[in-house]
């Protein structure tokens, strides 16, 4: 098992919400500037949100005011809040310290579709 284990993605119609997990294993979990990423078929993988140490977020302009990424330092925790899902939002979804090091989780595949 790697480093970060995501889960909770699945399949969702337009408009509608999910919240996706990711278990941290390193113990010094909270010094990390952690990030969801995401991945479409044919695409290269990109940085879609992100929360500092300090829990300052960013966000790529293609999910802004949609998605929030809250972080649990005690429990290990990140988490991608994604509301008002749109189609293109189908890719499969990582969760990595930003910059990444190491290698990748298996990845959560959400699949936004009526």
């Known amino acids: 098992q790697g480093q970060f284990v995501e889960s909770g993605g699945g399949l969702v119609q337009p408009g509608g919400s999910l ?3 990711c278990a941290a294993s390193r113990s010094i979990f909270s010094l990390y500037t952690m990030g969801w990423f995401r991945q479409a078929p044919g695409k290269q993988r990109e940085l879609v949100a992100r929360v500092s140490s300090g829990s300052s977020t960013n966000y790529a302009d293609s999910v802004k005011g949609r998605f929030t990424i809250p972080r649990d330092n005690a429990k290990k925790m990140v988490y991608l809040q994604m509301n008002s ?3 293109e939002d189908t890719a499969v979804y990582y969760c990595a310290s930003v910059p990444p090091t190491g290698s990748w ?3 959560t595949q959400v699949t936004v579709s009526s």
Do not use: H, Y
């Open 19 to 21: 919240r996706l997990s």
């Open 85 to 87: 899902l749109k189609p």
């Open 105 to 107: 989780g298996q990845g």
